[in-house]
């Protein structure tokens, strides 16, 4: 079955930084496409960034130049490194495979960035 935890989330102020991690099982970890979401209280879940199998990043503009992702194949963890946070990036934090639009989404890890 295919399975992701995500963990690294926690309370930040803002300007600081927080990398957040995704263990996966349950699929051929090398061969997907990741990707990050996120989910702000009232709002829809957004895409935040993507990593192609052989490392080809994307980002969301809004975090583009703060946030950077990067995979670990060795490990199956997937990474998110969040610097320069902001408020409005606080949220419940996912990992999924990029073209998974049949897996289950997880729990999530939850980023609050507040003085």
């Known amino acids: 079955q295919v399975q992701v935890v995500e963990s690294g989330g926690g309370l930040v102020q803002p300007g600081g930084s927080l990398r957040l991690s995704c263990a996966a099982s349950?699929?051929?970890?090398?061969?997907?496409?990741m990707s990050w979401y996120r989910q702000a209280p009232g709002k829809e879940r957004e895409l935040v960034a993507s990593?192609?199998?052989?490392?080809?990043?994307n980002y969301a503009d809004s975090v583009k130049g703060r946030f950077t992702i990067s995979r670990d194949n060795a490990k199956n963890t997937v990474y998110l490194q969040m610097n320069s946070l902001k408020p409005e990036d606080t949220a419940v934090y996912y990992c999924?495979?990029?073209?998974?639009?049949?897996?289950?989404w997880g729990q999530g890890t939850q980023v609050t960035v507040s003085s």
């Open positions: 999924r495979r990029s073209l998974g639009s049949n897996d289950h």
């Open positions: 990593i192609t199998s052989i490392g080809g990043t």
């Open positions: 349950g699929f051929t970890f090398s061969y997907a496409a």
